[in-house]
């Protein structure tokens, strides 16, 4: 149903004052039985939940545990995919990180492009990757430790790569200049090198075909 739909929508709680979750001709999704699961990692002071969590659920789970969030939605019925999407404009339509979170994944790949295998040896660390249509491999890691900095090594194997790339980060040290995360040139790429990446920061790295 869902791979034939021509448009897909997700329900949350309804917390909407508008018609935007109606349309014709497409298929929306209730998130409500969607299980919440929390994760506490105590020593990264992060948290991990399922989007259909509600903040209600989620803030009386992290006081009981010693922890809090340093935000809450207005309301506790709220869902955190729900809220976190709010984050594409702020009140002042300043971008936010949902914004420059989707400029990450367009500079890691493009609609049509394969998506492939990635795996990480480290669980603070998230690693996606795609081919590209021209042969290029796009990589993005994301650093989850809101305090800690890693050397990350990277090792891709199928194709020979190209030395130089380019490199685009975001994250709470290296915010954008402006609306756009500006790619850098990288040295020292290929099939396997090593980057260092700050707290809490997502990393991608566009290697073209050698």
């Known amino acids: 149903m869902v791979a034939a739909a021509p448009r897909i929508k997700a329900l949350g709680t ?4 508008n018609d935007i979750a109606d349309f014709d ?6 998130i409500a039985d969607v299980a919440s699961t929390i994760d506490i990692d105590s020593a990264a002071a992060t948290v991990t939940v399922s989007g259909a969590m509600r903040y209600g659920e989620l803030a009386s789970f992290l ?3 010693g922890f809090g969030l340093p935000n809450l939605a207005s ?6 995919a729900g809220s976190v999407a709010g984050g594409f404009l702020d009140e002042h339509n300043k971008p936010g990180a949902a914004y420059f979170g989707v400029q990450m994944v367009h500079a890691m790949m493009n609609y049509n492009d394969a998506v492939l295998a990635a795996t990480s040896a480290s669980t603070m660390l998230s690693v996606h990757a795609a081919l590209r249509a ?6 993005m890691l994301i650093n989850k430790d809101a305090k800690n900095g890693t050397n990350v090594k990277v090792s891709i194997t199928g194709t020979s790569l190209a030395g130089r790339g380019v490199r685009f980060d975001y994250g709470k040290t290296n915010p954008p200049d402006g609306n756009s995360v500006t790619g850098k040139p990288m040295d020292g790429g290929g099939n396997s090198f090593s980057v260092a990446m700050p707290p809490y920061t997502a990393t991608v790295i566009l290697i073209p075909k050698a």
Request: glycine share 16%.
């Open 75 to 80: 309301l506790p019925h709220c869902t955190v």
């Open 63 to 65: 006081h009981a545990k």
């Open 14 to 17: 309804r917390h909407c004052f």
């Open 134 to 139: 021209d042969g290029s491999v796009g990589l």
């Open 25 to 30: 001709g497409g298929v929306q999704i209730d």
